[in-house]
């Protein structure tokens, strides 16, 4: 949003409209609402209207994006032009941010589907299987590095003492049961 990189910003729209359901809405809000750029929490407001059936984002609604209701355009010139010309991207209208239909194009070929994203993305994967929670960021924390300490595995989750200390109690609980079954298995043999 601060740069004017389209390319990047029409990335990550279609990453958010096909992924959307995998964020961790928790630490998307807690960095939006810190972040200082008027322009990047009027996009994440805008976001939020966009994706309103999913009410994990109502709180990035309320995220003070343009410090009113002014609207914020996306384009630094010409993009009334281009509104009155070719109308509103439909994901962003009536929201604060003005975006120009065509201008962020959405192809779906431009990012990996859930499918592919979790193969190759254990955060992802522990995202779909255990919920877009702090759990499962904290579980791909200790899957990457067993044997941090708590405090580490929280402050690298970005989560709560008290998240990271029961996680990390039901990990070391499945991690102590893998190591016994193998154990037994080869005693069988």
Known sequence: MDGGDLR?????????GIHSEYINADRLVRTVVAHSSTRVRAFWQAFARWKQADRRFA???????????????????GNAFQIARRGEDERFAGSILRVPAGTLRGRA??????????????????????GPTWRADVWTVLQATPGLPVWEVARRAGCAF??????????????????????SSSRKT
């Open 8 to 16: 990047v910003l029409d990335v990550l729209v279609t990453w958010l």
């Open 162 to 183: 008290a998240t990271a200390w029961t996680v990390a109690r039901d990990f070391r609980v499945l991690d102590g049961v893998g190591t016994e079954d193998a154990r």
């Open 59 to 77: 709180r990035l609604a309320r995220a003070d994006g343009g410090g009113g209701s002014a609207a914020i355009d996306l384009l630094p010139t």
């Open 109 to 130: 070929g431009d990012v990996l589907g859930p499918a592919d994203l979790a193969r190759h993305h254990a955060g992802y994967r522990n995202r779909v299987l255990m």
